[in-house]
C-alpha cells in the first residue's frame, strides 16, 4: 500500500479520530487546539464517509461495521462519570454531599 493509499485508509483515519480525542480530553489542550483538533476531526470524519460510501463491502465486512458503530454508540452512553476527570468528580461529589 502506498503512503498516500495508508493515509486514506478507513484504519488510519480511525486511529487519527482516536489520537484527536485523546488530546481534546487533556487538560494540557488548550481552547485554541481543541477547536483545531475538532476542525480536524470533522474533516477526517467526512473522510471516513466518502470512504465508506465509495467501497463495496462483503455481508462480513457491513456486520462488523454495524458491530463497531454499534460498540461506539453503547461507550457513548455510558455513566456520567465516565470521560471526566476525577477531580472534577470529587468536586461534584463533594457538592451533592453537602445538599
Given amino acids: 500500500m502506498s503512503p498516500q493509499a495508508e493515509k486514506s485508509s478507513y484504519a488510519y483515519v480511525r486511529m487519527q479520530l482516536e489520537d484527536i480525542?485523546?488530546?481534546?480530553?487533556s487538560r494540557e489542550t488548550s481552547l485554541d487546539q481543541c477547536?483545531?483538533?475538532?476542525?480536524?476531526?470533522?474533516?477526517?470524519?467526512n473522510s471516513c464517509t466518502e470512504l465508506i460510501d465509495t467501497t463495496d463491502f462483503s455481508v462480513e465486512e457491513l456486520e462488523q461495521l454495524n458491530?463497531?458503530?454499534?460498540?461506539?454508540?453503547?461507550q457513548d452512553v455510558v455513566s456520567?462519570?465516565?470521560?471526566?476527570?476525577?477531580?472534577?468528580?470529587?468536586?461534584?461529589?463533594?457538592?451533592t454531599d453537602g445538599q
Fill in 67 to 74: 458491530d463497531e458503530k454499534m460498540a461506539v454508540e453503547s
Fill in 21 to 25: 480525542a485523546i488530546q481534546i480530553k
Fill in 80 to 95: 456520567d462519570e465516565e470521560g471526566q476527570h476525577p477531580e472534577d468528580v470529587e468536586e461534584r461529589d463533594k457538592a
Fill in 35 to 45: 477547536l483545531d483538533l475538532y476542525e480536524e476531526a470533522i474533516r477526517l470524519g
